[in-house]
Each structure stands twice: as C-alpha cells, then as structure tokens.
C-alpha cells in the first residue's frame, strides 16, 4: 500500500484558488467578453487600476438600492459600495428628485457664482466645524489645493504623510515611500508606520524649518481600514505645530463615520479638513475648508492671494445634490445609527472569524479584510502585516463570496450602503462561517 501525506496548507490553499478561479471564468462568458473587446482600447481594459482583476473584472450592468447586477445577469448585494461614495446606494429617491429638479428648475452648470454651493458651503461649514470652506471636484483635488494653501500660508514646501497613506490618485504613500505617480515627490517626507507616535515625532522635528504641514487620515481608509488612535493623532497635530506647521485631516474617507466626522468626533482640531466621496450624493466631489487665517490665503479680494480654479467646482448638480444627501439623507441621527450597525456587524463578523486566518478592522460602516499567516488581530498599521499576508486566502474569499452574491472589493474593503437589509449582513455572515467551515483545513490559524 502507497500512502501520500495530506497536502500542505499553501498547496491546498492553491488547488481551491484554482478551481475557484476556473469556475469564475465558467460563470462569467459576457464580462470575459467585454473585458477583451474593452482592452483594445483602454490600456488594460481599465480607466480605474483599483477595479481590475484578474483574469478579469465582472463588468456591472445596473444597480438598485444596495444591488448591482453584472452582464451575465448575477445579481449582488453590494459591498462595495464604490469604495464609501456609494453610501446612498444607487436609486435613493431624494437624489432621484433633486437630479431631476435640479435639472428641470436650476439648470446645469451656470458659469456663474450660485445661491446653492453657498447653502452646501455653510451646511459643510456647520457639519464638520469649518470656519471657511471651497469645493473642488475630487478628493484628490482638494488635497492638492489643501496643501497648496498650507504652502502659502507657511510659505514652506516640506510635508509629512505616512507610510500606508492614500491621499489620491498622484498622492499616495504604499510601503513607507512616494508612489512613482505622486506630485512633487521630493517634497513629502514619509513616516514609515502609522500610529506610531515617537517615530511620527522624531521624523517631524528632523524636517525642522520646512515643514509646512502634516497630512493624516484618522483611519487609513486604502491602507487596510485600520484606525488612528486618538493619541496618536493628537500627538502628531501637536508635533505639527511645535514646527509651526499644519495639520491638515484627510476626512475624504472617514467624514461618514461620524456626524461632524471623525476630527470633531475625537476632538482633534485640524487647522484644515478635505472631504470628498458620499458627499457629492453620487456625484463627483471634493472640499477642504478650516481656520478662518489659513483659508484666507484664497480669498480673491486680497492681492497676492492663491487662485483657486476649477470649471466645475460649484457644478450646480453636485452642489445640489450633496446639499441634498446630506441634509434629507445623512441626517446626524442617521449617521450615528449607520455606523451603530456597522460596529454591530463587525463584531459579529470577529466572533465568526476568531481562531482563523482572517481577521477584522475598520469602524463603523467601513471594514477592513485581511487574511494573515497568524490570524493576527491587532493590526496598527500595514508594515504589521509584512510577511504575513495571504493573498491566495484573500483571492480565494474573493471569489467564493461572488458565487454566494457578495461584491466586496478583491483587497478586502467594505463600504456598507445605508439601505443595506440586515438579513443581507445576517446572510453575509453565515456565507463567511459557510466558507471558514468549507476550507477549515486552510482557515483555521
Ligand atoms: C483618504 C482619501 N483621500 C483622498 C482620496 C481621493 O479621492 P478621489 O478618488 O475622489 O480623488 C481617497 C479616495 O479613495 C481617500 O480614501
């Protein structure tokens, strides 16, 4: 008699993923499709390098309330929700009726200073505690223009991120240094772990007389959902002004985990705040605002003052319907709910998941995924991880959590979308305890 031993932990974790993937390919003839006609001509098949996947991306056909369908007619629930500025799902009545009433009584854009990114103006300014705020397009925009302001405003160059940080498409941090495609990459100065407060300090005060600001996010959103202790962030936004320079809040991502977001939430006092995502109800959309002194440095009506441009800065639709969202929609009290039931799921989802390989972080509506050798649960920051990831386990959660009709992103990010059922995360749930039962072998730490 032959024996074989039983197969390694990554060599099984292999096969699944292969049989994972070849069934995908099976179930997916029409996003196949589209993915080989759509790479002749966009580079790759993709205009948004975070939603490609391989072998390829379910191309989506429609979506509904907390729903999308893909061309091959599978419906989901979505998890995704366009990574936080999806927050209202996809057919919320209140933008249904402003999209159209601002069409049919507004107009679309006036080429023209209007009584409407006024009124979203003060709502923000309210919101979020902004002595001053203006409106640009994107998250990433108003970043730029953020650090742009605190540039005049100290007249310095120098600015301090974190590894991990993701500010947007050209300003982003992975790995303690400077994507290749991040702007003025000579002028940024990385801390090589988040929420590590005397590494933050000793990087800080060796800029010395440069440093015009320090740019954080109160929960690294891209970087794997992990969250900012408050000691942190409060430590570091002093270590910034011993320099006498700017700490500047990127609330882009986070703004929705809290009424005023999580800088009023945890009394951090920015000098300055960007915002962006779910606020434009949909649409494309950014902000930054704050102190009174240091917004001041946009102020058309003093001479020497920074310009501050943007054909669609105040487009009338998104003024519109971020007023909109946020005022008939995202109400205080809705917010704190949300975010209860997130916590709520999150929870639930550590019971199901302790003792394996995937462990959870993120607050409120936002979760983060990761799959580690160890199953490690404190997670402070992404060099934590190092070494540790597996990504065979994340891919093969992937695509078994479609074929259960979940549509998470591949890396491991949730944005849950208000309208989200409760029997959807009850059956979440039981899909992932389904899934950790099916591969125990590979799962379990
Ligand atoms: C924290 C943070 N800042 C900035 C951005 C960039 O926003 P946008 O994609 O609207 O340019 C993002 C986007 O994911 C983000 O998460």
Known sequence: MTSTSPPSNHEASQAALRAAEARFIANNPLSKAQHDLAVGTLPGGNTRTV??????????KQGRGAYVWDLDGHKYLDFVGELSAGLLGHSHPVIHKTFLSTFDTVGLSLGAT??????????????????????????????????????????????????????????????????????????????????????????????????????????????????????????????????????????VMTSRLAPGGLGVEMGLEPDMVTLGKYLGGGLAFGAFGGRDDVMAVYDPRVEGSLAHSGTFNNNTMAMCVGYAALSEVYKPEVNVAFNERGNRFREKLREVTKGTRLSITGRGSLLGLHFTEDGMEEITCGEDLKGKERRDLRDLFWFEMLEAGFWTTRRGYIAMILETPDEELDAFLAAVKAFLGRHRDIMLV
């Open 114 to 251: 209007t009584v409407h990114e006024h009124a979203y103006a003060a709502l923000l300014s309210a919101r979020f505690r902004l002595a001053r705020v203006r409106m640009a397009n994107t998250g990433t925009e108003a970043n730029l223009h953020a650090l742009a302001g605190a540039r005049h405003f100290t007249g310095r160059r120098k600015v301090v991120v974190f590894s991990g940080g993701y500010h947007g498409a050209v300003l982003s941090f992975p790995d303690g240094k400077a994507a290749p495609n991040t702007v003025d990459r000579g002028d940024f100065v990385v801390v090589p772990r988040y929420n590590d407060l005397q590494l933050a300090r000793e990087v800080i005060e060796s800029v010395e007389k440069d440093l015009a600001a320090v740019l954080v996010e109160p929960m690294q959103g891209a970087g794997g959902c992990i969250p900012g202790t408050r000691e942190f962030l409060v430590g570091v936004r002093d270590a910034a002004h011993r320099q006498g320079a700017l700490f500047i809040l990127d609330e």
């Open 51 to 60: 939603l490609h996947t391989s072998p390829f991306p379910l191309s989506m």
